[in-house]
C-alpha cells in the first residue's frame, strides 16, 4: 500500500466520521423535537 493510498483511506474513515456524526446530531434534533411536538399537546 502506498502512502498516496494510505492518505486516500484515511480521508475515507475521516468523511466517515462526519457522517455518522451528522446523522447522530439529526436524530438528536429529531428526538427533541418530538418531546417538543408530544409535550405541548397535553
Known sequence: ???QEKA???LK???YTY???ALAS???L???IMIYM???RN
Open 26 to 28: 439529526l436524530a438528536t
Open 13 to 15: 474513515w475521516a468523511a
Open 1 to 3: 500500500m502506498t502512502t
Open 8 to 10: 486516500k483511506n484515511a
Open 30 to 32: 429529531l428526538h427533541f
Open 19 to 21: 457522517v455518522v456524526a
Open 38 to 40: 408530544g409535550g405541548r
